[in-house]
Antibody, heavy 119, light 106 residues
Framework: QVQLVQSGGGVVQPGMSLRLACAAS????????MHWVRQTPGKGLEWVAI????????EYAESVKGRFTISRDDSKNTLYLQMNSLTVEDAAVYYC????????????WGQGIPVTVSS | IQMTQSPSFVSASVGDRVTITCRAS??????LAWYQQKPGKAPKLLIY???SLQSGVPSRFSGSGSGTDFTLTISSLQPEDFATYYC?????????FGGGTKVEIK
């Protein structure tokens, strides 16, 4: 069965960095595009980034462009989100999610991991 | 593309028919998904391509619409359906979600 298990969240101070990971199993990871989505009580669900299955293209939300980097290691079946220059606005529960074939519908999600940014 | 859901809150009873609407700020063809989220859990894909039922999702859930106006219908509400529902457009990046509709027990 498809599983996405997330790790790496925590509490950081503004301006610091954090890397999230999402370990995939139960499917051929290298064949799928993968997303990061975040959720806050105030802003709801906010899409963050996508990396395509061939790693040739990435897309980012304007709010994170230049600060966050999505990457993948197909040999480890793992997706990453490197988050730099964090602000309080980045505090959220972060989810990784698999892109359904042909369109960016998110058919499987990780369990979610909280990121707190506080001084 | 902005996604606007209505209503924000629905109070309903088991067995009721519930309809949630989602409007896109511009045409998105049929590139729309619906998700269900329960407290403390990740969203779950229910409907994709506006009207296609995701595998394993009960047939009481259905979706319709195209262009800018979409509908999620639960034909007979069950106890496990009390949750928050979100629409999401997949036509363009950035992907965007509606603000959510919370379905609560009357």
């Amino acid at each position: 069965q498809v599983q996405l298990v997330q790790s790496g969240g925590g509490v950081v101070q503004p301006g610091m960095s954090l890397r999230l990971a999402c370990a995939a199993s139960g499917f051929t990871f290298s064949n799928y595009g993968m997303h990061w989505v975040r959720q806050t009580p105030g802003k709801g669900l906010e899409w963050v980034a996508i990396i395509w299955y061939d790693r040739r293209n990435e897309e980012y939300a304007e709010s994170v462009k230049g600060r966050f980097t999505i990457s993948r290691d197909d040999s480890k079946n793992t997706l990453y989100l490197q988050m730099n220059s964090l602000t309080v606005e980045d505090a959220a529960v972060y989810y990784c999610a698999r892109r359904r074939e042909q369109r960016s519908y998110l058919d499987f999600w990780g369990q979610g991991i909280p990121v707190t940014v506080s001084s | 593309i902005q996604m606007t859901q209505s209503p924000s809150f629905v109070s309903a009873s088991v067995g009721d028919r519930v309809t949630i609407t989602c409007r896109a700020s511009q045409g998105i063809s049929s590139s729309l998904a619906w998700y269900q989220q329960k407290p403390g859990k990740a969203p779950k894909l229910l409907i994709y391509a506006a009207s296609s039922l995701q595998s394993g999702v009960p047939s009481r859930f259905s979706g319709s619409g195209s262009g800018t106006d979409f509908t999620l219908t639960i034909s007979s509400l069950q106890p496990e359906d009390f949750a928050t529902y979100y629409c999401q457009q997949a036509e363009n990046f950035p992907l965007t979600f509606g603000g959510g509709t919370k379905v609560e027990i009357k």
